[in-house]
């Protein structure tokens, strides 16, 4: 499966960056892990000579592999668990209940589920915050995808439960940071501002500094989450953070539906990066994050889609989507949100979110080779639109790409996986659920 | 291709009624375009013996066709066409001026371009209100499934024009009325309260009482349109037409954005159908539908894609998720228009939305043949919920439907289409509005 080079021949290359999204046909060629060359079809000179793996790209898209930037991957084995549900009777009734019987077995075949669902669905990097993350770690590198992990660390103000919390996310980066050839990258993963005390999210502060390396939390994603944090440090929760020192360019907070302006401001401040999950927060019912206003103020927004038992996928293409039409709605403005800034969130900005924009987010040389091709010639797709983002955003589905590659390795190709073994991961998962409803 | 009989073996029947939507294992038969049998597997007498063709339905569930109760469909020749802009820009600069060059060979492309995305994704029905109707009725006769059409109707008070817009639409009633063994049926398509003179929507309701045949207009879409009518009229669209004597329950309103809640009362009492498009109300930033309070009245709610011009597509399974959500987000209710209603709105309630109700919408003996298979073994449905509503609401899309027969024929096998030439459809798609731009 080892393959050196690879040149895909004349495919539209969609790029984003920062201001815009460029488009233009062109060849492009991989070596090792690695974009080494782009050229426009008309003047390209990149020859086909020793190379061993030639991929015919006409009719095809070509862009930077989707970036999630905040799930919880092992939950893909509670898709579908309980819905419709109020926030509390879901937690206390179901999902809690459920996920006492986790091991790191089941984390590892739920992480596997989900690397196959991303993997079929155009995304080459997520990041994840969840338990057993070593078990996840060892998924995410057999599965050739990029994935930054944390351990959701939970203390209720309980010395005890913290310093455990801090010995598990330590060990998962002192075990796993850099593994699968630098795939996986490791972060902190304080929950929440209401799940987690002063004292852990100040020592997650000093421990990230340390380390060197980011640190992945909810904020705001509930009124009664706000509330709770007014109630108990009379501050909005970024205000709060703010003020405990915490907020810093390596902080990526998911969710922040309930927002102010005046924590808008403190969020560019500091360069504090925000992930926006759409279906989750529709789902849920939570609310609608005001980001068509935080990106009027140049605050750096990813998209995420958060775990599949709140969404119930982890489709980034139906996730672009959702993003766009719930701002368009929600501010009565079809300017909102166009397909380009959609398109931009999902790749550079991501990439940026978790400080990963000098490796993967675009289509540049020497950049890593994260690419995946979309299928053109699909009739969802019908006709080819002159703006390509359009149709990716409003028209496409996960089911549209083709060909998923990550770190220059082919994982999928022709919708036919190429390491993991599809059709077994789908039967250990429908196990895993039936002993865990059962324990 | 005739096939006289098909039995599905071991599938998940999925079967929505007006009240709940059960689920069994079972075998289903079918003869010619009718369900002639049902039988839980256990008890299943039916014998493979004389069958000309047996599917295989384990692991795939069994379920009604999916209804789009307001589209446009051979508006898919302008998917990504413009995006992202104020209506007016949107329709004056774009739309309109592509459609000036319409004719009904670009209208019979543009709608088996529908017609092909349609089955692919599992939609059987369709409600179509268009131009060129005869021209969509011969590619619809073609394709196999079912389509109620009409002639979109404006007149802008002119005399004229109304004499030829009833001239187009009886035309269509008269040629096209039960074309394709009974698969076409023929509205009246008024095209709105602001559009369609008080001359124009009077005569509606007296032709379509005499030739017995619906009628389908847009309602209350935007705001702007509301405001219209009311200073106009001096009241609302639904009062309005109320007092013309227009509402029946042979009436099917796409839309029902901005509705009052006397407005309900007038719709419920009158037995008017509501068509709910989810995606064009937020992509064209229209607003939000109260369709959780419409069906706590009881009124009758269908899901629609409305065109692809705005939306872009016409997957249905990605409309009912929509759907969904926001009426959750938007009423901060995580039980607002649970799976299982969701589901219900785009079967039974869309066939009875469309007066179809004793023909199809459910899995019943004497039902038309209206089925579509999804694979349960997708990894997006993995794993298999003991509510088989969650996974196909909430996340499955159009991709995962493996087989759709419509009136007892196989449309597609396997995603394989076995009428129309998908590929030759495509191409002929992308030169049509290559050529409509350059008109």
Known sequence: METKNILIKNSIILNPNENTVESFKGDLLI?????????????????????????????????????????????????????????????????????????????????????????????????????????????????????????????????????NEFKENINLIKNCNGMGEGRIKTFFGPHATSTASKDLLERVRHEADKYKVGIHIHMSETKNEVNTIMEQAKKRPF????????????????????????????????DVKISHNPCSNMKLSSGIAPIQEMISKSICV???????????????????????????????????LNSNQTIQMATINGAKALNLNKEIGSIEENKKADIILIDANSINLTPISDLISS??????????????????KILMENRKLSILDENKIIKKANIAIKELKQL
Request: proline share 1%.
């Open 239 to 270: 205000e709060y953070l703010e003020d405990l020192g915490f907020l810093k360019d390596d902080v990526i907070a998911a969710h922040g539906v309930w927002v102010s302006k005046e924590e808008m401001d403190i969020i560019k401040k500091r």
């Open 31 to 163: 070596e090792n892990d690695k974009i080494i060359e782009i050229a426009k079809t008309n003047q390209s000179s990149i020859s086909t000579k020793g190379i061993e793996k030639v991929i015919d790209g006409e009719n095809k898209i070509l862009m930077p592999g989707l970036i999630n930037t905040h799930t919880h991957i092992s939950m893909n084995l509670f898709r579908g668990l309980a819905d419709d549900l109020a926030l509390d009777e879901w937690l206390n009734n179901h999902i809690w209940p459920t996920e006492a019987g986790l091991n790191g077995e089941y984390c590892y075949t739920g992480a596997l589920s989900a690397l196959v669902e991303m993997i079929k669905s155009g995304t080459t990097t997520f990041n994840d915050m969840y338990f057993f993350m070593e078990d996840v770690a060892k998924a995410v590198d057999e599965s050739g995808i990029r994935g930054c992990l944390s351990h959701g660390m939970i203390d209720f103000g309980d010395q005890e439960k913290r310093e």
């Open 391 to 408: 149709n990716l955003v409003y028209a496409a589905n996960g089911s549209n790409v083709n060909t998923t590659i990550c770190n220059g």
């Open 302 to 336: 990813g998209i995420g889609t958060d775990g599949a038992a709140s969404n119930n996928n982890l489709d980034m293409f139906e996730e672009m989507k959702f993003a766009s039409l719930l701002q368009k709605v929600s501010t009565l403005n079809p300017q909102a």
